[in-house]
Protein backbone atom coordinates (compact mmCIF):
# COMPACT_ATOMS: atom_id res chain seq x y z
CA UNK A 1 0.00 0.00 0.00
CA UNK A 2 0.86 3.46 -0.89
CA UNK A 3 0.01 6.56 1.48
CA UNK A 4 0.77 9.81 0.58
CA UNK A 5 0.23 12.39 2.97
CA UNK A 6 0.10 16.82 2.02
CA UNK A 7 2.72 15.98 -0.04
CA UNK A 8 4.00 19.22 -1.77
CA UNK A 9 6.95 20.59 -3.75
CA UNK A 10 8.55 24.04 -4.21
CA UNK A 11 11.13 25.85 -6.20
CA UNK A 12 11.98 29.28 -5.09
CA UNK A 13 8.93 31.01 -4.96
CA UNK A 14 6.95 28.23 -7.24
CA UNK A 15 4.97 25.26 -5.86
CA UNK A 16 4.90 22.38 -8.26
CA UNK A 17 2.91 19.90 -6.66
CA UNK A 18 0.34 21.37 -3.54
CA UNK A 19 -0.46 19.22 -0.14
CA UNK A 20 -1.09 16.09 -2.03
CA UNK A 21 -2.79 13.27 0.06
CA UNK A 22 -4.55 10.24 -1.14
CA UNK A 23 -3.99 6.17 -0.66
CA UNK A 24 -3.38 3.29 -3.41
CA UNK A 25 -4.46 -0.14 -2.19
CA UNK A 26 -2.51 -2.82 -2.01
CA UNK A 27 -2.12 -5.11 -5.75
CA UNK A 28 -4.47 -2.36 -7.50
CA UNK A 29 -3.43 0.11 -10.18
CA UNK A 30 -3.99 4.14 -9.69
CA UNK A 31 -3.26 6.48 -12.07
CA UNK A 32 -2.46 10.02 -12.08
CA UNK A 33 -3.33 12.14 -15.35
CA UNK A 34 -3.60 15.93 -15.70
CA UNK A 35 -2.45 18.59 -18.14
CA UNK A 36 0.98 19.05 -18.90
CA UNK A 37 3.00 21.32 -15.83
CA UNK A 38 0.54 19.73 -13.72
CA UNK A 39 2.71 18.40 -11.24
CA UNK A 40 1.99 14.58 -12.14
CA UNK A 41 5.26 13.20 -12.97
CA UNK A 42 7.13 15.19 -10.25
CA UNK A 43 4.80 13.91 -7.50
CA UNK A 44 5.45 10.19 -8.89
CA UNK A 45 9.12 10.72 -8.45
CA UNK A 46 8.73 12.29 -5.02
CA UNK A 47 7.59 8.36 -4.10
CA UNK A 48 10.99 6.97 -4.77
CA UNK A 49 12.89 10.05 -4.02
CA UNK A 50 14.38 10.62 -7.29
CA UNK A 51 12.69 13.84 -6.33
CA UNK A 52 12.87 14.83 -2.84
CA UNK A 53 9.51 16.45 -0.96
CA UNK A 54 9.46 19.81 0.76
CA UNK A 55 6.89 19.07 3.09
CA UNK A 56 4.21 15.50 3.45
CA UNK A 57 5.35 12.08 3.61
CA UNK A 58 5.06 8.79 1.64
CA UNK A 59 4.68 5.31 3.29
CA UNK A 60 4.97 2.36 1.79
CA UNK A 61 3.18 -0.18 3.85
CA UNK A 62 3.28 1.86 7.25
CA UNK A 63 6.76 2.74 6.93
CA UNK A 64 7.73 6.16 5.94
CA UNK A 65 10.34 6.76 3.21
CA UNK A 66 12.83 8.76 4.20
CA UNK A 67 14.01 6.33 6.94
CA UNK A 68 16.10 4.46 4.38
CA UNK A 69 18.47 5.48 1.74
CA UNK A 70 17.35 6.43 -1.05
CA UNK A 71 19.20 4.13 -3.47
CA UNK A 72 18.22 1.61 -1.25
CA UNK A 73 14.68 2.56 -1.70
CA UNK A 74 14.73 2.70 -5.59
CA UNK A 75 15.94 -0.99 -5.19
CA UNK A 76 12.48 -1.80 -3.83
CA UNK A 77 10.29 0.27 -6.10
CA UNK A 78 10.36 -0.46 -10.03
CA UNK A 79 10.75 2.23 -12.29
CA UNK A 80 9.45 2.29 -15.89
CA UNK A 81 9.87 5.51 -18.42
CA UNK A 82 8.52 6.61 -21.62
CA UNK A 83 11.63 5.50 -24.01
CA UNK A 84 12.58 2.47 -21.91
CA UNK A 85 15.73 3.89 -20.49
CA UNK A 86 17.59 0.80 -21.57
CA UNK A 87 21.09 1.01 -21.31
CA UNK A 88 22.45 0.66 -24.74
CA UNK A 89 25.67 -1.02 -24.33
CA UNK A 90 24.39 -3.79 -21.82
CA UNK A 91 22.53 -7.22 -23.33
CA UNK A 92 18.55 -6.94 -23.01
CA UNK A 93 19.90 -10.18 -19.71
CA UNK A 94 22.14 -7.71 -19.02
CA UNK A 95 19.44 -4.57 -18.73
CA UNK A 96 17.28 -7.03 -16.81
CA UNK A 97 19.44 -8.45 -14.47
CA UNK A 98 20.69 -4.68 -13.02
CA UNK A 99 19.34 -4.50 -9.86
CA UNK A 100 19.17 -8.24 -8.88
CA UNK A 101 22.94 -7.49 -9.32
CA UNK A 102 22.74 -4.34 -6.85
CA UNK A 103 20.95 -6.93 -4.39
CA UNK A 104 23.35 -9.51 -4.39
CA UNK A 105 20.93 -12.23 -6.49
CA UNK A 106 23.49 -15.21 -7.50
CA UNK A 107 23.84 -16.17 -10.97
CA UNK A 108 21.42 -19.03 -11.50
CA UNK A 109 18.59 -17.14 -9.48
CA UNK A 110 19.07 -14.18 -12.04
CA UNK A 111 19.28 -16.02 -14.91
CA UNK A 112 15.84 -17.98 -13.94
CA UNK A 113 14.73 -14.61 -13.67
CA UNK A 114 15.33 -12.72 -16.43
CA UNK A 115 14.77 -16.49 -18.76
CA UNK A 116 10.81 -15.98 -16.62
CA UNK A 117 10.53 -12.18 -17.55
CA UNK A 118 10.94 -12.52 -20.97
CA UNK A 119 8.52 -15.52 -21.32
CA UNK A 120 6.20 -13.57 -19.93
CA UNK A 121 6.57 -10.89 -22.17
CA UNK A 122 6.54 -12.94 -25.13
CA UNK A 123 10.27 -12.47 -26.28
CA UNK A 124 12.11 -16.14 -26.48
CA UNK A 125 14.92 -16.17 -23.96
CA UNK A 126 17.25 -18.08 -27.11
CA UNK A 127 16.74 -14.67 -29.40
CA UNK A 128 16.87 -12.25 -27.04
CA UNK A 129 18.79 -12.88 -23.83
CA UNK A 130 21.89 -11.47 -25.98
CA UNK A 131 20.18 -9.19 -28.33
CA UNK A 132 20.88 -5.10 -27.26
CA UNK A 133 18.57 -3.09 -27.17
CA UNK A 134 19.19 -1.00 -30.93
CA UNK A 135 18.37 -4.72 -32.24
CA UNK A 136 14.73 -4.44 -31.11
CA UNK A 137 11.24 -2.67 -32.54
CA UNK A 138 9.95 -0.05 -30.12
CA UNK A 139 7.60 -1.98 -28.53
CA UNK A 140 10.00 -4.81 -27.83
CA UNK A 141 12.61 -2.49 -25.97
CA UNK A 142 9.63 -0.89 -23.76
CA UNK A 143 8.74 -4.58 -22.53
CA UNK A 144 12.24 -5.03 -21.87
CA UNK A 145 12.10 -1.95 -19.67
CA UNK A 146 9.34 -3.04 -18.26
CA UNK A 147 10.43 -6.33 -17.21
CA UNK A 148 13.55 -4.97 -15.84
CA UNK A 149 12.08 -2.99 -13.65
CA UNK A 150 10.28 -6.10 -12.24
CA UNK A 151 13.39 -8.07 -11.97
CA UNK A 152 13.75 -8.20 -8.93
CA UNK A 153 10.49 -8.65 -7.44
CA UNK A 154 9.05 -4.91 -6.31
CA UNK A 155 5.76 -4.68 -4.40
CA UNK A 156 5.00 -1.09 -5.92
CA UNK A 157 5.98 -0.08 -9.69
CA UNK A 158 5.96 3.31 -10.92
CA UNK A 159 5.39 4.14 -14.17
CA UNK A 160 6.08 7.26 -16.01
CA UNK A 161 4.36 7.87 -19.26
CA UNK A 162 5.67 4.00 -20.28
CA UNK A 163 3.77 3.82 -23.12
CA UNK A 164 3.27 7.63 -24.64
CA UNK A 165 6.11 6.92 -27.02
CA UNK A 166 4.46 4.11 -28.85
CA UNK A 167 2.35 4.10 -31.92
CA UNK A 168 -1.72 2.96 -31.25
CA UNK A 169 -1.44 -0.62 -32.07
CA UNK A 170 1.70 -1.48 -30.38
CA UNK A 171 0.35 0.81 -26.96
CA UNK A 172 -2.99 -1.31 -26.82
CA UNK A 173 -0.87 -4.40 -26.99
CA UNK A 174 1.44 -2.73 -24.05
CA UNK A 175 -1.00 -1.82 -21.85
CA UNK A 176 -2.77 -5.19 -21.84
CA UNK A 177 0.65 -6.27 -21.19
CA UNK A 178 0.83 -4.71 -18.44
CA UNK A 179 -3.20 -5.80 -16.90
CA UNK A 180 -1.64 -9.47 -17.52
CA UNK A 181 1.59 -9.16 -15.45
CA UNK A 182 -0.24 -7.20 -12.92
CA UNK A 183 -2.97 -10.44 -12.42
CA UNK A 184 0.05 -12.68 -12.77
CA UNK A 185 2.42 -10.57 -9.96
CA UNK A 186 -0.30 -8.62 -8.10
CA UNK A 187 2.29 -6.11 -8.32
CA UNK A 188 0.96 -2.43 -7.04
CA UNK A 189 1.38 0.34 -9.58
CA UNK A 190 1.02 3.86 -10.04
CA UNK A 191 1.31 4.86 -13.39
CA UNK A 192 1.33 8.53 -14.88
CA UNK A 193 0.10 10.01 -18.11
CA UNK A 194 -1.57 12.45 -19.74
CA UNK A 195 -4.12 10.00 -21.41
CA UNK A 196 -7.71 9.75 -19.93
CA UNK A 197 -8.78 6.81 -22.03
CA UNK A 198 -5.66 4.77 -20.71
CA UNK A 199 -6.68 6.10 -17.27
CA UNK A 200 -9.56 4.48 -17.74
CA UNK A 201 -8.45 1.36 -19.39
CA UNK A 202 -5.94 0.90 -16.89
CA UNK A 203 -6.65 2.41 -13.34
CA UNK A 204 -9.07 1.04 -10.44
CA UNK A 205 -8.80 4.47 -9.35
CA UNK A 206 -7.48 7.61 -11.14
CA UNK A 207 -6.28 10.89 -9.26
CA UNK A 208 -7.00 13.77 -11.58
CA UNK A 209 -4.38 16.86 -11.24
CA UNK A 210 -4.16 20.34 -12.30
CA UNK A 211 -2.10 23.07 -11.18
CA UNK A 212 -0.04 21.14 -8.81
CA UNK A 213 -3.62 20.13 -7.19
CA UNK A 214 -5.16 16.99 -6.85
CA UNK A 215 -8.61 17.36 -7.51
CA UNK A 216 -10.44 14.37 -7.35
CA UNK A 217 -9.43 10.87 -6.49
CA UNK A 218 -11.90 8.22 -7.50
CA UNK A 219 -13.03 4.97 -9.71
CA UNK A 220 -13.24 5.91 -13.46
CA UNK A 221 -17.21 4.93 -13.63
CA UNK A 222 -17.35 7.94 -11.02
CA UNK A 223 -15.56 10.25 -12.44
CA UNK A 224 -17.79 10.07 -15.49
CA UNK A 225 -20.71 10.50 -13.33
CA UNK A 226 -19.83 12.63 -10.92
CA UNK A 227 -17.49 15.28 -11.54
CA UNK A 228 -15.99 16.82 -8.83
CA UNK A 229 -15.58 20.08 -10.58
CA UNK A 230 -15.69 21.61 -14.31
CA UNK A 231 -12.35 20.34 -15.15
CA UNK A 232 -12.44 16.90 -13.86
CA UNK A 233 -15.32 17.07 -16.02
CA UNK A 234 -13.67 18.33 -19.36
CA UNK A 235 -10.90 16.10 -18.49
CA UNK A 236 -13.13 12.82 -18.80
CA UNK A 237 -14.63 14.12 -21.95
CA UNK A 238 -18.12 15.79 -21.71
CA UNK A 239 -19.05 14.01 -25.67
CA UNK A 240 -17.62 11.07 -25.26
CA UNK A 241 -19.23 10.06 -22.09
CA UNK A 242 -21.44 7.08 -22.57
CA UNK A 243 -18.74 5.45 -24.77
CA UNK A 244 -16.57 5.56 -21.62
CA UNK A 245 -18.96 4.41 -19.37
CA UNK A 246 -19.04 1.16 -21.85
CA UNK A 247 -15.64 0.53 -22.14
CA UNK A 248 -15.84 0.25 -18.57
CA UNK A 249 -17.84 -2.88 -18.03
CA UNK A 250 -17.39 -6.15 -19.95
CA UNK A 251 -19.54 -8.68 -21.92
CA UNK A 252 -19.32 -11.06 -19.07
CA UNK A 253 -20.45 -8.44 -16.94
CA UNK A 254 -23.86 -6.92 -18.51
CA UNK A 255 -24.63 -10.68 -20.24
CA UNK A 256 -28.52 -11.54 -19.57
CA UNK A 257 -29.25 -15.12 -19.10
CA UNK A 258 -30.75 -16.76 -22.13
CA UNK A 259 -29.93 -17.04 -25.62
CA UNK A 260 -30.34 -15.70 -28.42
CA UNK A 261 -29.65 -15.08 -32.47
CA UNK A 262 -26.66 -13.09 -33.93
CA UNK A 263 -22.98 -12.26 -33.55
CA UNK A 264 -20.66 -13.89 -31.31
CA UNK A 265 -18.56 -11.70 -28.84
CA UNK A 266 -16.29 -12.73 -25.92
CA UNK A 267 -16.66 -12.43 -22.55
CA UNK A 268 -13.54 -9.83 -22.32
CA UNK A 269 -14.71 -7.84 -24.61
CA UNK A 270 -16.46 -4.18 -23.55
CA UNK A 271 -20.01 -3.21 -23.98
CA UNK A 272 -18.25 -0.34 -26.42
CA UNK A 273 -16.65 -2.93 -28.54
CA UNK A 274 -19.80 -5.27 -28.85
CA UNK A 275 -22.12 -1.70 -29.52
CA UNK A 276 -19.33 -1.14 -32.46
CA UNK A 277 -19.90 -4.64 -33.43
CA UNK A 278 -23.33 -4.54 -33.52
CA UNK A 279 -23.86 -1.55 -35.08
CA UNK A 280 -21.10 -2.56 -37.60
CA UNK A 281 -23.21 -5.94 -38.46
CA UNK A 282 -26.69 -4.37 -38.64
CA UNK A 283 -27.76 -6.56 -35.69
CA UNK A 284 -29.71 -6.19 -32.62
CA UNK A 285 -28.64 -8.65 -30.19
CA UNK A 286 -25.02 -10.67 -29.35
CA UNK A 287 -24.33 -14.04 -28.27
CA UNK A 288 -22.06 -13.81 -25.32
CA UNK A 289 -19.40 -16.62 -25.33
CA UNK A 290 -17.30 -17.76 -21.96
CA UNK A 291 -14.06 -18.54 -21.74
CA UNK A 292 -14.91 -22.36 -23.01
CA UNK A 293 -16.00 -21.21 -25.96
CA UNK A 294 -19.73 -22.16 -25.03
CA UNK A 295 -22.71 -19.19 -25.11
CA UNK A 296 -23.12 -18.03 -21.61
CA UNK A 297 -25.98 -15.25 -22.30
CA UNK A 298 -26.47 -12.67 -24.43
CA UNK A 299 -26.77 -8.85 -25.37
CA UNK A 300 -29.48 -6.79 -26.66
CA UNK A 301 -28.21 -2.61 -28.35
CA UNK A 302 -31.06 -1.79 -25.58
CA UNK A 303 -29.51 -3.51 -22.77
CA UNK A 304 -25.95 -1.89 -23.63
CA UNK A 305 -27.06 1.36 -23.86
CA UNK A 306 -28.92 1.53 -20.48
CA UNK A 307 -25.72 0.47 -19.21
CA UNK A 308 -24.10 3.85 -20.76
CA UNK A 309 -26.98 5.99 -18.97
CA UNK A 310 -25.51 7.08 -15.34
Known amino acids: ?34 TSGSGKSTLLRMINRLVEPTSGRVLLEGKDTRSEPPHLLRRRIGYAIQGNGLFPHRTVAENI ?6 LGWDAPRIQARVEELLQVFQLDPATYTRAFPHQLSGGQQQRVGVA ?3 AAEPAVLLMDEPFGALDPIIRAKAQQDLLDIHRRFGTTILLVTHDMDEAFHLGDRVAVMS ?41 GEAALPGSGEGPSVPASATLREVLSELLWRGATCAVVLGEDGRPCGKLSVATILARGRP
Open 1 to 34: MIRIEELTKQYDATTVVDRVSFTVERNSIAVIVG
Open 97 to 102: ATVPRL
Open 148 to 150: RAL
Open 211 to 251: EGRLLQYDRPATLLTHPADPFVSRMTGVTDRALKLLSLTTA
